[in-house]
């Protein structure tokens, strides 16, 4: 759909409400969030602000609809559909020179004017772009956990997308950006130094700043360096590589997730799921890479499992389908259940050993 077919009345009817109901929410998105907190992710502190259920289900709903409508640069690989940090990553795998360039606080940085501002430019009726730019922001800046985040972003940042790629067109380099995260790569040494330019031309002109920590960093990578890109090692034309210190702590959180499975009680039933979680993601997460431990952690994974059904069937408690550590409380956890059932158990067989 091209932006000036979009009309208010079909973003009304995609969030499946009335139009007054649509801009009464719009001017009234403060009131739709939680309080804004304040997360720590990957030792930096961030400004998450969650909307409420009722708002929240609205907004998926608008997700859904500019996801099917509204698609974004071919180049963009964070919040769009079937791609991730992996197929960008696999963009720029093997070759001589690899640039990224980091925005700054990019979500609380991009203001609710600058994206109605962003959005007019882009063709959309003034309307639409001022009610996008509303359910998009609170506090006056694009909100960091709603699920509109990355569709809002995506299209502030189209035009910018749209040069660099043109221009990475021209000399076979290649280009792709997960959120705030650009990256350029190449094989000609004599235009090494052009991406970091390119890039920061169309950072400056959408108002922003370069995250000059990342820079310095890891801002200009040759080949005979390790080449990361979104934290992924690209080096070798054969495929993505997690690192060595993300394959370490995986790793590690499998084999203590084992241990605990060899030795479960009723009291670290419920802590040894929640360990189980992370370890799941950590596995998924592997999986995605073409070199990684994912299958180490698979076999740690099904080795831990079978303990403690191994455990709960001496105790004579029974699994639903096998999957014990299963927790979608209030209305389904699995743990809690068998580690009651469990001390229930217990208490039961002293009271009768105590009688005796």
């Not at 969030?33 to 009722?54: L, N």
Request: proline letters at 4%; glycine letters at 6%.
């Amino acid at each position: 759909m091209h932006p000036s077919a979009l009309t208010v009345d079909e973003i009304a009817r995609a969030m499946g409400r009335g139009i007054p109901d649509i801009w009464t929410l719009a001017r009234n998105m403060d009131r739709a969030f939680w309080p804004t907190r304040r997360k720590r992710v990957r030792g930096k502190e961030r400004e998450i602000d969650s909307p409420r259920p009722r708002e929240k289900y609205l907004l998926r709903k608008l997700h859904r609809f500019m996801q099917k409508n509204l698609r974004a640069h071919k180049s963009v690989h964070g919040g769009a559909k079937r791609r991730s940090c992996f197929t960008s990553a696999r963009e720029h795998l093997g070759r001589r020179y690899v640039v990224t360039r980091d925005v700054q606080n990019a979500y609380p940085s991009i203001s609710q004017t600058a994206l109605k501002s962003r959005l007019l430019k882009l063709g959309f009726r003034s309307d639409t772009a001022l009610l996008l730019s509303l359910l998009c922001s609170v506090h006056g800046r694009l909100a960091q956990g709603s699920p509109v985040s990355s569709d809002a972003m995506n299209l502030f940042f189209f035009d910018a997308d749209r040069a660099i790629a043109a221009a990475c067109g021209t000399i076979g380099a290649a280009y792709s950006r997960t959120y705030d995260d650009m990256v350029i790569s190449l094989d000609s040494r004599a235009r090494a130094e052009w991406p970091g330019g390119i890039m920061r031309k169309q950072i400056d002109a959408l108002g922003l700043t370069i995250n000059q920590k990342k820079l310095q960093k890891a801002g200009f990578r040759p080949g005979h360096c390790e080449q990361r890109v979104h934290n992924l090692v690209v080096n070798s034309r054969h495929g993505v590589r997690i690192p060595a210190e993300q394959v370490k702590k995986a790793t590690d959180l499998a084999e203590s997730y084992l241990r605990g499975a060899k030795v479960v009680s009723a009291n670290t039933l419920e802590s040894l799921a929640q360990k189980r979680s992370e370890v799941t993601g950590w596995m998924y997460y592997c999986q995605q890479a073409d070199f990684g431990p994912a299958k180490n952690i698979r076999r740690m994974l099904d080795a831990g499992d079978r303990h403690v059904l191994q455990a709960l069937k001496a105790a004579n408690l029974g699994v639903r389908h096998r999957k014990w550590w299963v927790m979608a409380a209030p209305y389904c956890n699995e743990p809690a259940r068998l580690a009651a059932a469990w001390n229930q158990q217990m208490a039961k067989s002293l009271y009768a050993n105590y009688s005796r």
